[in-house]
């Protein structure tokens, strides 16, 4: 009897809520969510709670403190979820990034690092020991490792090993979660999904588990692409899961995007960075999630990077106690006369930048409109063949591209052995301070290599970007600046060498020691290059900041986005995931676009003037067969209310999925309803009632929709649209319907007025 006390009490709160409010909003495939209505059911939902704890026992107060901190429990949950899949993530992919080169066979579950921490070996070169085989050794103990034989069989064993892992990639994608393929940040991210876009199946379990797999063959094949990208996409998914564990978001939409304190989890488990993610998170939010989201999200956002933070330090996934891959600290502080090198790599970095995205989103483009974009099978493996062909041969782009980075961000040592740190220098003490010297043999061909890298690496990543397997753009774009930045590292090094009287060096670079460290040069290229490919600015640097773990370079950091930032923006004005919002048609109202024309509300209104008659619905003349039909011949979402034909006046309006369930409803639960049945959405009904019962339907209309007159500016309009997250307005004239305007009319009217072709907006 209690338990049916309790489940009547909880169904009593929701019949009353649906009393109020009509059913809840269940949104079909490619729509946008109401705002303003999923917000009000949550009020509504929350002020009964409140109401029938004052007014009952125990079992009401504890519904009300579970609906209180359910919130909490899902940014936990997810926290938690969202650091362990990361780690293991990140575990697999080194694994299987030197998987392409050897194995250790004694402990196969090891990759190379690991393998040769377990050895016994006093000292070995580099990454060789004598626990890790490569491939041609383990066929041939006796082989020459400088022979041609050796070298012949491990570039074909990497270029097959690279081939398996991106085809179980592609399949897999292509059969279980075609959803799965890309960086997801663009749809996951707040312009599109976050801000009110239904995509079904984007955060689904299946997508989240093909994804997860998918990204560690992806980036063991040794693909131009990073993992950080996705991993946002795998924090999203984890939230929209777990979410459905409390029915105050998984039943809500609105709700739901409220309680994406997952956010920041997202770049939790993809940077290994804390502070940054709540400011991210505000920062990239579109304009209707700034309006709509409280202040309380901040502060989940806080706690889910605590979280995900402490589960990525404890399991520890890069063997070296920090939450990042690229760790460094620099001994020396840098100097005043850097800052132009520094902005002149900001400048490069926003050149390279924009090249990179003009041509990604060309050859995108071409991918979507020929028949090229029919074979994501032959496309992926044509471009991991001529990946690992060019890459082999070339010790910089055979290394993962993380490690890649993690080698030019990191300053040479006396006991480096790298070609990079190949300079003339006699050491006798191990604790002698390291002076400025001459570049060795092994700088000048590292330079050679390093710009066939960045030249290869450019190229291929604008073509991998965007194939049907899991594809991030941040590690690719550190690498373009961290070689640049090297590179011109190693140039003012050797100036500072060669001229050390100069009155930029004076003061400084005359004493004997080193005084420009390369490294510091490649960590400000990857900020710059970063910057201009996804325009990120503030939260880049804490990020940056964050891996070194000095604010002593916050100043450099800050000179180079701002250039990149400045020439990306003078040379285009999108990032690489606006761009791609745009290329799919994704319904996104850009905040930083200004609305230059002077076009009314009238003209953009469907229908417009001289045309046919607008769909509508009067509020006590129309049969339940009327309404019927009207639903069976139009598509529309929802229907203006009027007084009559004749007066035309506005009381409200109502969506189609409500009317069409409210009518099926009342068909098999009121008795005597048939087709004329008239359908009433008054507040009272005239008794006595002659003829067939009425269906009243009051409740589920909207009797304050947000209106313009006619005359209203379209920019007016679409700072609603923006700033409401309104899916519609209707337009009247001195009280009277005249049209309505739905986002899709205003994203149209954009693109026409831009001479952009206006049905390539994504809606259902």
């Not at 377990?118 to 626990?131: L, R, V």
């Not at 709540?278 to 304009?287: E, I, L, M, T, Y």
């Amino acid at each position: 009897l209690r338990c049916r006390g309790h489940a009547a009490s909880s169904g009593g709160q929701q019949q009353e809520l649906e009393e109020q409010l009509g059913p809840g909003a269940q949104y079909e495939d490619f729509h946008t969510i109401d705002w303003q209505r999923d917000l009000a059911r949550d009020r509504m939902w929350h002020r009964l709670i409140v109401k029938r704890r004052g007014q009952g026992g125990l079992w009401e107060t504890l519904v009300g403190f579970n609906d209180a901190w359910s919130g909490w429990l899902c940014v936990l949950l997810v926290g938690l979820a969202a650091g362990a899949i990361a780690a293991v993530i990140d575990i697999g992919a080194l694994w299987m990034k030197d998987l392409k080169e050897g194995i250790c066979p004694q402990a196969f579950w090891l990759n190379k690092e690991q393998c040769c921490w377990a050895s016994n070996d006093t000292f070995f070169k580099g990454d060789d020991c004598k626990q890790w085989y490569r491939w041609p050794e383990m066929f041939d103990s006796g082989m020459d490792k400088d022979g041609a034989g050796f070298y012949l069989l491990s570039y074909l064993l990497y270029v097959m090993w690279s081939v398996l892992f991106a085809t179980l990639a592609v399949m897999l994608v292509r059969t279980f979660a075609p959803y799965a393929c890309g960086s997801g940040i663009p749809e996951a991210s707040a312009p599109t999904i976050l801000s009110g876009f239904i995509i079904r199946g984007y955060l689904g379990k299946w997508t989240l588990t093909i994804k997860s797999v998918c990204l560690v063959l992806a980036v063991g094949a040794g693909l131009s692409l990073g993992k950080e990208g996705p991993l946002v996409h795998v924090a999203c998914c984890i939230g929209n899961i777990f979410s459905y564990l409390f029915p105050k978001y998984g039943k809500n939409e609105a709700k739901k995007r409220e309680a994406s304190g997952t956010f920041p989890s997202r770049y939790i488990v993809s940077c290994g960075v804390r502070v940054v993610v709540p400011n991210f998170h505000w920062g990239r939010r579109s304009p209707q999630v700034s309006y709509y989201f409280p202040l309380k999200t901040l502060w989940r956002s806080f706690f889910c990077a605590l979280v995900a933070a402490s589960v990525l330090r404890s399991i520890n996934p890069f063997g070296n106690d920090h939450l990042v891959m690229f760790y460094v600290e620099y001994d020396f502080p840098w100097l005043f006369f850097e800052l132009f090198p520094f902005v002149l790599l900001g400048v490069l970095g926003g050149v390279v930048a924009t090249i990179f995205i003009k041509c990604n989103i060309r050859w995108c483009r071409y991918r979507k409109e020929s028949r090229l974009g029919q074979y994501p099978i032959a496309e992926v493996l044509a471009i991991t063949v001529i990946t690992a062909v060019v890459s082999f041969p070339n010790e910089y782009t055979r290394m993962n591209t993380s490690d890649l980075i993690k080698v030019l961000f990191s300053q040479c040592g006396i006991t480096d052995v790298s070609p990079l740190c190949d300079y003339r220098r006699n050491f006798t003490n191990v604790n002698n301070h390291i002076d400025v010297a001459e570049a060795g043999p092994g700088v000048y061909t590292s330079l050679w290599q390093l710009s066939l890298a960045l030249v290869f690496k450019l190229l291929i990543t604008i073509f991998t970007f965007g194939i049907k397997v899991p594809a991030g753009i941040f590690i690719p774009s550190m690498a373009f600046g961290a070689i640049m930045g090297r590179m011109i590292g190693i140039a003012v090094e050797q100036l500072a060498y060669q001229y050390p009287t100069l009155w930029v060096f004076q003061g400084a670079c005359n004493t004997g020691e080193n005084c420009v460290t390369p490294g510091l040069y490649a960590m400000v290229g990857a900020a710059a290059c970063l910057g201009g490919v996804t325009r990120m600015t503030v939260s880049l640097v804490v990020i940056m900041f964050e891996l070194t773990g000095s604010v002593r370079y916050i100043e450099p950091l800050m000179a180079a986005v701002m250039a990149s930032k400045w020439v990306g923006d003078a040379l285009g004005k999108e990032g690489i995931y606006d761009a791609h919002i745009h290329l799919n048609g994704y319904p996104f109202l850009d905040s930083k676009e200004e609305f230059a024309h002077t076009t009314l509300a009238a003209d953009v209104m469907q229908p417009r003037r001289g045309e046919g008659p607008l769909c509508y619905i009067t509020q006590d003349s129309m049969t339940v067969e009327e309404l019927e039909c009207l639903l069976k011949t139009t598509d529309h979402n929802g229907f203006p209310v009027i007084v009559s034909t004749e007066s035309q006046y506005l009381v409200g309006f109502v969506l189609r999925k409500d009317l069409s369930l409210a009518l099926a409803n009342a068909r098999k639960s009121q008795v005597g309803v048939v087709g004329s049945s008239r359908a009433l959405f008054v507040s009272q009904v005239a008794t006595p009632w002659t003829g067939p019962p009425p269906v009243t339907l009051r409740r589920i209309l909207d009797l304050a929709p947000i209106t313009v007159t006619d005359q209203t500016p379209m920019e007016t309009v679409i700072d609603m649209f923006r700033k409401l997250g309104l899916r519609q307005t209707l337009v009247t004239h001195n009280g009277k319907i005249l049209g309505i305007i739905t986002k899709k009319d205003v994203l149209r009217h954009i693109k026409l007025l831009a001479n952009e072709d206006p049905e390539s907006v994504l809606f259902n």
